[in-house]
């Protein structure tokens, strides 16, 4: 099992300015995902992130606008650069191995106004 | 990525009565899992169907998937007001990372 610590819980931020959202795991992972969830939606994944390696994108998702980092077999940040009100979703990262299950993050609740 | 379906998308019974949630999907997978969120927070893993099992079950959930409809459902029997959250089925592809959500079910559960 993995539990993960993700911080902010929320945020209230301006339109146009950036957000880190960090994710660190009690344990060392391979693999980590980042998953967007927009208001009253389902989750979608923005990104596979590997330590050692550039992050992989899903469709419609870049990295000029969520960048990606993973420093480390522990850790992770999400960006969302030059936010707009469509950016406000929860934000949550996540771990797995393939053929398990997955732990998440509780959460990053964004709201651009 | 695509999104399966899940029905229905809003579910409202008693106490006690069962609560059945179906969920489709439209790639071949590895696994199916199921998963709780309340009040969109972080998720809970419930269960886990591997693509060569039909049924599993775990305490008062019952899983079923038939990979020829791909199709999965998810039963709670004896349902508490506790187990009212939103209830997602996510799929693992073959050869791919991630995980594919359902669009997901709000069960709630009248006392």
């Known amino acids: 099992s993995a539990v993960i610590s993700q911080k902010p819980s929320r945020d209230i931020c301006q339109r146009g300015t950036s957000l880190t959202i960090q994710c660190q795991v009690d344990?060392?992972?391979?693999?980590m995902f980042w998953y967007r969830q927009q208001p009253g939606q389902s989750l979608t994944l923005i990104a596979t992130a590997n330590q050692g390696s550039e992050a992989t994108y899903e469709s419609g998702f870049v990295i000029d606008k969520f960048p990606i980092s993973r420093p480390n077999l522990t850790f992770s940040t999400l960006t969302v650069s030059n936010m707009s009100p469509e950016d406000s979703s929860i934000y949550l990262c996540s771990t797995a191995q393939r053929n398990t299950e997955a732990f998440f993050g509780q959460g990053t609740r964004l709201t651009v106004v | 990525s695509q999104q399966g379906e899940e029905d229905p998308q809003a579910l409202s019974i008693q106490e006690g009565e069962n609560a059945t949630m179906n969920c489709s999907y439209k790639t071949s997978i590895n696994n199916l899992q199921w998963y709780r969120q309340n009040s969109g927070r972080g998720l809970v893993h419930l269960i886990l169907?591997?693509?060569?099992?039909r049924e599993k079950h775990s305490g008062r959930l019952r899983v079923t998937l038939d990979t020829s409809k791909k199709s999965s459902s998810l039963l709670i029997t004896a349902s508490r007001a506790a187990d009212t959250a939103s209830y997602f089925c996510a799929t693992e592809r073959g050869g791919a990372d991630g995980l594919t959500f359902g669009k997901g079910t709000h069960l709630i559960i009248q006392p």
């Open positions: 344990s060392q992972v391979t693999m």
């Open positions: 169907i591997r693509s060569n099992e």
